[in-house]
């Protein structure tokens, strides 16, 4: 196979997106070359196409989005044998060096070498998914049934997160949790939540409309909506935060309030909402800690502590694109349907732009919520 040239979106700078022609290689031994054609937006990329960052992390060249993805194989490396031309996958895009600690011990995800495409940590900048095709070690590229559609496999990506949050929760069954944060990734932890046995699942977030959508299709049990206070000072903060948490416990399921939480499952990167993670989990509970948002927070940290609550970090993913795929593919009681997060597609590269506008938003021009927002370049 001979090199070809395809078209690529590339940020310049805040919202400076361009379309471009890339020349892509024939793929190595041990690659395959997939035609991108599903790719949901993320809340990174979203910060990166808006601000040239995405917290501590600074855009240092010309990158390519998009990370969510999946698509159709074009061409396989002479070593793989297990994808064939025509077969439909789901990229994880994460690559890690495969030989350190992490990666010997199954925790390659905080390989301290990895590589991610669309993230600027690693320089020269892995290039995102938002091309015309890629080449991809097949080892990190997963096939996927023929009856599942694209979209639910560029789901997957998300949905990993949610799954690798609710293994390291590794909670006992019937235990209640919170959610805070009703974004694609909170939607689809309190899904896995709901699938791993939780007696109750609670999600909170400051949108009316979003608690709504989780309720009324199946990805939560009840909710509440967040009062929209800017607290000032310590003591005002804390103050909040234990009102907050006196509120997910008050939340009633099944007639009965839930009265305490094993875990709560902080997916917003807000501060108070981790303070409030904090007092509303019980005594030997865990805070699991997905969004990342203010580096520095001021924590009650002596009510973690004195109840040994338990911080814990959740950093992407591992081992977990087969199992979601499997999920997908055979749905276990209780999952709810996970295409309804797709609220908004756009068709096409030129749309690449619109997409990310989109995405930034909590409501389209109609007033429809926005949770999900799709590029589909099939």
Not at 187 to 208: E, F, H, P, R, Y
Not at 280 to 285: E, H, R, S
Not at 292 to 313: F, N, Q, Y
């Amino acid at each position: 196979m001979c090199a070809a040239k395809i078209k690529a979106s590339v940020l310049y700078g805040p919202k400076d997106l361009r379309l471009e022609e890339r020349r892509l290689p024939a793929p190595e031994e041990d690659e395959v070359q997939v035609a991108i054609q599903s790719t949901g937006l993320c809340g990174s990329d979203v910060h990166y196409f808006h601000h040239f960052r995405n917290g501590d992390l600074l855009v240092r060249q010309p990158l390519t989005l998009g990370h969510e993805s999946s698509g159709t194989v074009v061409a396989v490396g002479e070593e793989v044998i297990d994808l064939k031309p025509g077969d439909r996958v789901a990229l994880e895009v994460g690559l890690p060096c495969e030989h350190c600690e992490y990666c010997e011990g199954g925790r390659y995800n905080i390989c301290k070498d990895m590589r991610f495409r669309s993230s600027a940590k690693s320089y020269p900048h892995a290039q995102g998914t938002l091309q015309e095709r890629i080449n991809h070690p097949a080892r990190w590229t997963h096939k996927l049934p023929e009856s599942m559609s694209l979209d639910l496999g560029a789901l997957v990506e998300p949905l990993s997160v949610a799954m690798h949050a609710n293994r390291r929760a590794n909670l006992p069954p019937g235990s209640a949790v919170v959610v805070f944060g009703a974004g694609s990734v909170g939607l689809l932890t309190a899904a896995m939540s709901k699938i791993n046995g939780a007696s109750a699942v609670v999600i909170a977030d400051i949108q009316k409309d979003r608690v709504d959508f989780a309720i009324d299709n199946g990805f939560a049990d009840t909710g509440f909506v967040v009062p929209l206070v800017r607290p000032q000072s310590i003591d005002e903060k804390l103050k909040f935060a234990q009102e907050v948490a006196r509120m997910a416990r008050a939340a009633r399921v099944n007639g009965e309030s839930v009265d305490e939480f094993g875990a709560a499952f902080e997916c917003t990167g807000v501060e108070a909402c981790l303070q409030s993670g904090i007092y509303a989990t019980k005594p030997g509970g865990k805070v699991m800690i997905i969004g990342m948002g203010t580096p520095i927070v001021v924590l009650p940290i002596a009510s973690a502590s004195l109840r040994e609550v338990d911080l814990v970090g959740v950093f992407r993913y591992a081992s977990t694109y087969a199992a979601a795929i499997e999920m997908l593919a055979n749905k276990p009681p209780g999952l709810p349907d996970l295409e309804k997060l797709v609220t908004h597609r756009f068709k096409g590269m030129d749309e690449i732009k619109h997409a990310f506008e989109m995405a930034g938003n909590i409501k389209d021009e109609e007033g429809n919520l926005v949770i999900k927002v799709v590029v589909d370049m099939s």
